[in-house]
């Protein structure tokens, strides 16, 4: 894709997309003020620009259309937030058919486990550890850069 890919930012509601984005557009590792992580709910795919590439949310409630969007993406990033333990079910079942469905590249991005043993434990309960996966550990800031060379990876 000329000048940059595009990427689709996927995950049902509340799992922290639009943070992710804001985050990797301001290069925010911490959150230094209080109204960094205040978001309010995104409606549609609005690609935002970072450098070259394109970071693309779609919400939960669109989840049936999840598929339609990722026909002319790049790669896709699943944001699962890992203590959200009532929408976990949900969410696997979500990643696996988005997955049976769609050849373009997808990795799970894991937000909020307390280390990388009980992010794995969350992936293996749900049969997820076939996946490729970042965890953004509490208190760590090379997620960005795991997600900076996904997309870099990306064809
Ligand atoms: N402190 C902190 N809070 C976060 C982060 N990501 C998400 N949140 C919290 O989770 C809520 C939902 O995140 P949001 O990005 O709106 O989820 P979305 O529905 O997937 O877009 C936010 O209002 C924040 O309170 C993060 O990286 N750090
Ligand atoms: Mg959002």
Redesign the pocket.
Known sequence: MAGGKTVLVV?V????????IR?LKRKIFK?KKKHD???T??SGFVPTKIGEDSFG?V?GKLQPLWLDYAQDVSGIIY?IDARAHGRLTQTAVYAHQLREQTQVPLILYV?RAKNMHDCKRILNQWLLDDFRFICALDGYDCDLEEIHSFVKSLP
């Open positions: 995950g509601t509340g799992s922290g997309k639009t943070c992710l985050r959150a992580f205040h978001t709910e995104t949310e919400g944001v937000r």
